[in-house]
């Protein structure tokens, strides 16, 4: 099963995905994890993104493509991919029907996370993140255990260098223009599922459960 999730900067795509992909067994596949990943090593690909991300503008549909699909070999130990941020743009979508159906396989279901933008800058300033696992947090929605440091392995939490106002404001717009047409490309094809990404996380992860789960038992039924 191969899921997609879409949503605004801030909508809480990450914070979905980490749990969706334990619960049901995906491969986590995160665009924006990869770049940073890529970027903190000094490699050409972090060097060639850099302006990109820091100026909240999408880096372009070649250079997002190919990086993302040589991530896809190791899915064979998964029951499937979860993919957070890719893809975002109906170019990248049309790319990757192609690549699914070499594998027969195919986007089973495409989960929208819906925000408005006013709630969105309040949650991308207080966000802090794990540069080690990449888990997300938030300064006052969702505290660690222990302050300023990962649950998970104990590494202190960053924030990222692209949540700041200004830069939130481009990426906003950068999903109305681009990303909102990948939707449209969704709904068209049936398999867009909208959820409202307002409620607590845990609500919504319920809700998200839910449909991956009726998704699942019609794959194998
Ligand atoms: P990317 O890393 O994908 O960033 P994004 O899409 O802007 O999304 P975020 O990661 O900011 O938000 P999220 O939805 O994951 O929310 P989170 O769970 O963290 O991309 C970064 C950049 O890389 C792009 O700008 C672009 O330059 C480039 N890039 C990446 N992919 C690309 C592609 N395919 N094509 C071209 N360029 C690409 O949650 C946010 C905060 O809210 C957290 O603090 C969290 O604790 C909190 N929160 C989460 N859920 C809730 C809730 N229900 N209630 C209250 N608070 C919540
Ligand atoms: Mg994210």
Known sequence: MNLVLLGPPGAGKGTQATRLSETFGLQHLSSGDLLRSERAKGSPLGQRVAGYMDAGQLVPDDIIIEAILSQ???????????????????????????????????????????????????????????????????EKNQRPVRTGLCDNDQTPLIQRKDDTVDVVKQRLAAYHTQTEPLEEYYRGQGKLFEVDGTRDVETVFSELSGIVGERANRAVS
């Open 72 to 138: 896809f070999q190791e899915a064979g130990r998964h029951r499937g991919f979860l993919l957070d941020g890719f893809p975002r743009t109906v170019t990248q979508g049309e790319r990757l029907d192609p690549v699914l159906e070499g594998a027969g396989a195919r986007v089973n279901a495409v989960l929208a996370l819906r925000v408005p933008d006013k709630e969105i800058v309040d949650r991308i300033t207080g966000r802090r993140i794990c540069p080690t696992c990449g888990r997300v947090y938030h």
